[in-house]
């Protein structure tokens, strides 16, 4: 494997683990403006990438069936959505700012379930980056080497935050600063070896790409308005997440336009 196709990978791991690690660095938890001010922009880089990097590529491999171009997208985007409502009824795991775990009963920690909660939105993020590259080493003409980094520049911009909200949450529920570290790294770990998985497995997901692509939409959309949106707006000055979802998305589209 080329090592830009490594780095890639690897990028939104980096970001996950960097975010985490500010458990070492600030002894205050994250304030309620700040969280859903990361919430909201990571939120606003999700919709963007599945947008630009990922609806629009899909039907652009299809434009062949013109008329019918849409059908790939739409199959692959309701696959997306129906796979992680079934991973959320069937994974224990608990939301930040809830008090009410989701999924099957377990005698599972409070931080397990959070640390689960993030990973469980992770798996999409790993699999549109694999389902990108994989494309890029297939040859398919319209995903370009800098259009699957601009994905997974985005993608790591947006997990740097995304870690700061898993570990300091752990933090302050009493787990030390170690664990709370790893916990976030855990939770960025699925996103490298979901894409790796993906592109060793390029020679099935080629041929089913505008559908993959669709799926990795769906998916993350799913995450977003099931969980980071309600999230980003609970409580007063909501309008802070509204504000930094504006900035998440116009940033990942610049992103994707600029190199894509």
């Known amino acids: 494997m080329d090592a830009p196709v490594l780095y890639g990978l690897l990028l939104p791991f980096a970001g996950t683990s960097l975010g985490a690690a500010c458990v070492f660095f600030l002894k205050k938890g994250l304030g309620d403006r700040m969280q859903r001010g990361l919430t909201g ?82 798996i999409p993020e790993g699999m549109a980056v694999g389902v990108v590259y994989a494309g890029f080493l297939a040859g398919e003409g319209q995903i370009t080497m800098t259009a699957a980094l601009a994905l997974s520049l985005g993608i790591a911009i947006q997990n740097f935050p995304e870690g700061a909200i898993i570990s300091m949450p752990l933090r302050s529920e009493g787990v030390g600063k170690a664990r709370a570290f790893a916990g976030g790294v855990v939770s960025g770990a699925v996103e490298p070896l979901g894409a790796l998985l993906t592109i060793l497995a390029a020679g099935l997901v080629v041929p089913a790409l505008p559908y993959l692509l669709s799926f990795a939409a769906g998916a993350m959309l799913y995450v977003v308005v099931e969980e980071l949106i309600p999230e980003m707006s609970q409580g007063a000055h909501s309008n802070v997440g509204t504000l930094t979802f504006a900035l998440g998305f116009t940033l990942m589209m610049a992103l994707d336009v600029a190199l894509g």
């Open 41 to 122: 922009f990571a939120s606003g880089v999700m919709v963007a990438a599945s947008i630009w990097s990922l609806l629009i590529p899909a039907m652009e491999q299809s434009a062949g069936a013109e008329a019918w171009a849409f059908l790939p997208a739409v199959v692959g985007f309701w696959a997306g959505v129906l796979f992680l409502l079934g991973l959320d009824h069937l994974i224990p795991h608990l939301h930040q700012r809830s008090q009410q775990a989701e999924g099957p009963r377990t005698r599972l920690g409070r931080s397990t379930m959070m640390v689960l909660a993030v990973t469980l939105h992770n």
